[in-house]
């Protein structure tokens, strides 16, 4: 199926780091959304975005929607042993009145204490 | 307040037959989505459906049906299963088509 193309891929960090990962298409979203997914539970929404150009905040977390609308970055700050989990990124298409939604392949973080 | 309920937890069935899976969305919410998530990847969005209409639909054969009831409750129909529809089935519900959707725990459906 189709899915956005997210990076990092997975990253190890230190408690205390920053991290940042992205989202990239090559199709025009209306809106971009970020979830935390825990292992054998649903997604956790984090962040929405429905601007080109907006950066919104959410505690530690920070996104943003690009200018072209292709695609989306999403920083955490001050990484804590909680923040371990996957995070995806979904963006949203609107073509003649029907909406799709198509998910990235999603970041593996890990925090080392 | 109670966030998107789904039904049932896990479901064991075997090729060939037919499984019905069901979910409530958050209270006010009148959008409802279903994504297939296999197991080390993103989910895969397969509807949307708002006032008991669909609204979008994602590439699965059309053994995948839905319908969205007046209390804006929803099932997912599934014919003929495969061992490749063993997955992860989530339900997402949001105020509109266009607004951010906050996911149910899922189903886990499991075909021998």
């Known amino acids: 199926g189709q899915q956005l193309n997210q990076s990092p891929q997975s990253m190890f960090i230190q408690e205390g780091e920053d991290v940042s990962m992205n989202c990239t298409s090559s199709?025009?979203?209306?809106?971009w959304l970020w979830y935390k997914q825990d292992p054998g539970e649903g997604p956790v929404l984090l962040i929405a975005?429905?601007?080109?150009?907006e950066l919104t905040s959410n505690g530690r977390l920070t996104a943003q929607f690009g200018i072209t609308r292709k695609d989306s970055f999403l920083n955490i700050s001050a990484s804590i042993p909680s923040d371990v989990g996957i995070y995806f990124c979904?963006?949203?298409?609107?073509?003649?009145?029907?909406?799709?939604?198509?998910f990235g392949t999603g970041t593996r973080l890990k925090v080392l204490a | 307040d109670a966030g998107v309920t789904q039904s049932p937890t896990h479901l064991i069935k075997t090729r060939g037959q037919h499984v019905t899976l069901r979910c409530s969305p958050i209270?006010?919410?009148?959008?409802v989505s279903w994504y297939q998530q296999v197991l080390g990847q993103g989910p895969q969005f397969i509807f949307q459906?708002?006032?008991?209409?669909?609204?979008g639909r994602g590439n699965f054969p059309d053994r995948f049906s839905a319908r969205q009831f007046p209390n804006y409750s929803s099932e997912l129909n599934v014919n003929a299963l495969l061992l490749g529809d063993s997955a992860l089935y989530l339900c997402?519900?949001?105020?509109?088509?266009?607004?951010?959707?906050?996911f149910g725990p899922g189903t886990r459906l499991t075909v021998l």
């Open positions: 199709s025009i979203f209306n809106t």
């Open positions: 979904a963006g949203q298409l609107t073509t003649s009145g029907t909406y799709k939604y198509i």
């Open positions: 975005l429905y601007k080109a150009g």
């Open positions: 459906y708002y006032e008991k209409e669909e609204r």
């Open positions: 209270s006010g919410h009148k959008s």
């Open positions: 997402a519900s949001s105020l509109a088509t266009h607004l951010e959707q906050f």
